[in-house]
């Protein structure tokens, strides 16, 4: 059966949105935990993510209007609700921004030298563009974007695994009490929700696949952040650097140096476009903002803390993991137990799951912010 070419679009949307700067952070947290204590990370925070973000998107389609997770908090939930889920996408959105543009700087430099400020200013400009276009403009450049950055990363992930210097033995420890420890950044690599009414819009003519576009685009960032932690850590060990592309530069040569870092600048650009047209969607459409100010809110603000001189890439990320995502996890949870008792119209799918799977939920959120909280004080 031919599929649409919206439906492979709604999967690179989710993709784009996900596969960010998280995984270019994953290797260096994995390592410091232990390399299986990390893998078990992976795959729990993965298939918790899947499920969430089933969630949103049977809230979504539940509805006549579609909107972003502010809009439909407010709605089941609530004023409360609106804003605490606002909350969330702002915090998380723009740790995400200023954690990609850090990152991005940092690999163009590595690749054409220069002043790191530069190419950080040159990037910014570039995907505030590309934010301010429609989902049209989205949908079209995640795709082939999505393509050629797979395509890199099929080409990086031979070239390390068959590197002299790949040795599986760096495969070890399975260390329970650094079980959260990784748990902040592998969360907010996971953190792709804001994503999902963007999906839908695009997926208009075709709703029937849209249960299937978010497994599968679920499932695909956790074998990537699998296959390329395990490839990471196999070649550069204990040795791995808090943006692991930069430190693999040390092991490969120089066209693997050069691939390496174009895969991680896709993969941060990616998702800045997805999560930057997310946040700008939710000024526009859920606080009625004119379009011009809703984009201005988006870039500007990033911009602005980058300028005070917000330089920790990985404390970046593990901030807005847990509490971006923590906040936006609990709440999701909450709107879709409201969501089954009223909707608009009968949703294309279900997903079946009891108050034992929603206090599971809730509990892993939970306990991830208490332990950054911990960690803080």
Not at 141 to 159: D, Q, R, T, Y
Not at 334 to 345: G, I, Q, Y
Request: hydrophobic fraction near 55%.
């Amino acid at each position: 059966m031919k599929l649409p070419l919206a439906y492979y679009e709604a999967i690179a949307i989710l993709t784009g949105c996900i596969i960010g700067a998280g995984i270019l952070a994953i290797p260096f947290v994995v390592i410091r935990a232990g390399f299986w204590t990390g893998m078990l990370v992976i795959l729990g925070l993965g298939f918790s993510a899947l499920v969430i973000n089933l969630l949103v998107g049977e809230v979504s389609l539940r509805s006549n209007k579609c909107q972003q997770l502010a809009g439909y908090a407010e709605r089941y939930l609530g004023a409360y609700g609106k804003y605490l889920m606002a909350a969330s996408m702002v915090i998380g959105v723009y740790g995400a921004l200023i954690a990609y543009t850090l990152g991005i700087s940092e690999s163009l430099q590595a690749l054409f030298g220069g002043p790191v400020w530069v190419w950080a200013v040159l990037f910014y400009i570039l995907m505030s563009w590309l934010i301010y276009g429609g989902i049209g403009i989205i949908g079209k450049s995640e795709l082939w974007l999505e393509i050629l950055k797979f395509g890199i990363f099929g080409v990086v992930l031979a070239i390390l695994f068959f590197s002299p210097y790949f040795s599986s033995a760096r495969f070890t420890s399975l260390d329970w009490s650094r079980i959260l420890l990784p748990f902040g950044v592998i969360l907010f690599a996971y953190m792709g929700t804001a994503a999902i009414p963007e999906l839908r819009e695009g997926m208009k003519l075709c709703r029937l696949l849209t249960r299937r576009a978010i497994i599968i685009g679920s499932l695909i960032p956790i074998l990537v952040y699998a296959l390329f932690t395990a490839a990471v850590i196999g070649v550069t060990g204990i040795a791995t650097t808090e943006v692991a592309t930069i430190g693999l530069g040390l092991f490969v040569g120089g066209i693997g140096f050069v691939l390496l870092n174009l895969f991680a600048i896709l993969a941060m650009a990616t998702s800045f476009i997805a999560l930057g047209y997310a946040l700008k969607d939710m000024y526009h459409m859920d606080f009625k903002l004119p379009h011009w100010e809703s984009w201005a809110l988006t870039v500007i603000i990033p911009a602005t803390l980058l300028l005070t001189g917000v330089q920790s890439f990985v404390r970046t990320l593990e901030i807005s993991g847990v509490f971006a995502g923590g906040i936006a996890g609990i709440t999701i949870v909450l709107v879709h137990m409201r969501a089954r008792k009223r909707s608009d119209r009968k949703p294309e799918y279900v997903i079946k799951i009891n108050g034992l799977g929603y206090s599971f939920l809730i509990a892993l959120f939970v306990i991830g912010m208490i332990y950054e909280l911990w960690l803080f004080v």
